[in-house]
């Protein structure tokens, strides 16, 4: 898997992390008696990928991640982008087995890694 999208998917994990600490089910996950804490490490490490990301890339994952918001980097899973389920084109799947750069979803725009 390419670095780059390495940290998107963990970027994402964080992001998703985060969500749970300040979102609304935060309350609700409190009240059942789970400890949140404050995310503060959580939020260091979303700086320190963010920093090692490239820029046109991080802008992507950003604008997407308006739209699709928890599901911004997918995995191709037997031939189709597991975000909107659409097949891909044999030499897309060719482009995303080598795993040399980011590749994207010519369905839904998601940004895609082989599992």
């Not at 670095?3 to 996950?29: H, M, P, T, Y």
């Not at 046109?56 to 918001?69: F, I, M, P, Q």
């Amino acid at each position: 898997m390419n670095k780059d999208v390495r940290f998107l998917v963990s970027l994402q994990d964080i992001d998703n992390l985060l969500a749970d600490f300040e979102g609304d089910d935060a309350d609700e996950i409190r009240s059942m008696g789970f400890e949140l804490g404050s995310g503060k490490g959580l939020r260091e490490t979303k700086k320190k990928i963010r920093a090692a990301l490239d820029p046109t890339l991080l802008r992507a994952y950003d604008r997407l991640s308006k739209v699709y918001r928890r599901r911004v980097v997918v995995p191709v899973v037997n031939g189709t982008c597991s975000g909107c389920f659409g097949v891909l084109a044999t030499a897309r799947l060719q482009q995303a087995r080598a795993g040399d750069r980011p590749m994207v979803c010519e369905h839904c725009g998601r940004i895609l890694f082989w599992l």
